[in-house]
């Protein structure tokens, strides 16, 4: 009897690269042993693509990469006759220039499909058959069916996110789900110090903290993932060398702060606030003060989320000029 490679050795090896996701490990190795396919649905930077691509690889498992979007057309996944071959030998099936979805399906391969909730609905319609049956059916082609192993493994945003729609639900009763949401703070440190090989634990949680805060403060819409705070870290590190300073410099972490993070935010319509106000706010919060006379002011207490951008230019500097980050 064929040793199915989704087991307890694979489960191992995937925990040694996701920090924080034992039980989502568990439940992605025992769907696709049991010969199901799966979407991964979750904020960004929940590390829905790092689990996938360490089930591949410790899997040992062909892995065919398809990145979701409104260009990705039928004939794109499926493939097409080249042209000049056809002209010359008629539809063979040498003429044929195989896609990423029929080769995954001749290898027995994992074919992710990342963003799949950006795909167009015509392109989803090609997969019905392929999860349902096993088998797709190529004009001038022929029918192509599942190797062993074959399986789909997606992984999607929130549909209220940007650019996304809702999968139909022949797609969705198709194929079983599992939610990654943000991970622990404990977990997100860990990942930074991972990533960054940066030792300052004091350091990596008060930015993760500041990270996580934008997820829930009330004028910013959609918050930074852990990413966010991975490039701070590596942005400080490299500033405070040119600049011959700490990597915790209030100076440092504050630029690192604003390069890092006011791309990475939204902000609510309702305010008037702009990224950099807010991230100000967070970092006086977070990462320790301003320096002024050469001293380091200490923690202040973060302004009103209320009030209005026009209150706060008020009697804190004039008008018409506009003060740095």
């Not at 087991?7 to 439940?27: M, N």
């Not at 190795?29 to 689990?51: F, M, N, Q």
């Not at 398809?66 to 039928?74: Q, W």
């Not at 499926?78 to 029929?102: C, I, K, N, Q």
């Amino acid at each position: 009897m064929r040793q199915s490679p989704f087991g307890a050795a694979l489960l191992a090896a995937v925990g040694t690269d996701v920090t924080g996701r034992q039980d989502e490990s568990e439940a992605v190795i025992a769907t696709l042993d049991s010969g199901r396919h799966l979407v991964l649905e979750g904020p960004p930077g929940t590390g829905k693509s790092t689990l996938l691509r360490s089930v591949a690889t410790h899997s040992g498992l062909p892995f065919v990469f398809v990145e979701g979007n409104a260009e990705l057309t039928p004939a794109r996944i499926v493939g097409h006759h080249d042209p000049s071959r056809v002209l010359a030998e008629g539809y063979t099936a040498d003429a044929f220039v195989a896609g990423p979805l029929v080769r995954a399906l001749q290898d027995g391969a994992l074919f992710y499909v990342e963003e799949i909730n950006r795909v167009p609905e015509e392109t989803l319609n090609t997969l019905i058959t392929v999860i349902s049956e096993g088998e797709l059916h190529v004009p001038r082609y022929g029918r192509v069916t599942a190797a062993e192993n074959f399986r789909l493994v997606a992984a999607m945003n929130p549909f209220d996110a940007v650019g996304t729609s809702r999968i139909s639900s022949a797609i969705s009763d198709r194929v079983c789900r599992i939610y990654l949401d943000y991970q622990s703070d404990t977990d997100e440190v860990e990942i930074v110090a991972r990533r960054t090989e940066v030792d300052n634990p004091p350091l990596l949680t008060a930015v993760v903290n500041l990270v996580r805060a934008t997820r829930k403060h009330p004028q910013i819409r959609i918050g930074s993932s852990v990413r966010g705070a991975i490039d701070l870290i590596l942005v400080a590190q490299s500033l405070a060398a040119l600049k011959d300073k700490s990597i915790g410099d209030p100076e440092v972490t504050k630029r690192a702060t604003m390069t890092a993070l006011s791309g990475r935010i939204r902000v609510d319509e309702a305010t008037d606030r702009s990224p950099e106000e807010i991230l100000r706010e967070l970092w006086m919060l977070h990462l320790g003060g301003e320096i002024g006379g050469g001293e380091q002011v200490g923690l202040a207490a973060p302004p009103d989320p209320t009030r209005s951008n026009s209150a706060e230019r008020e009697g804190q500097r004039p008008p018409g000029k506009a003060t740095a980050p």
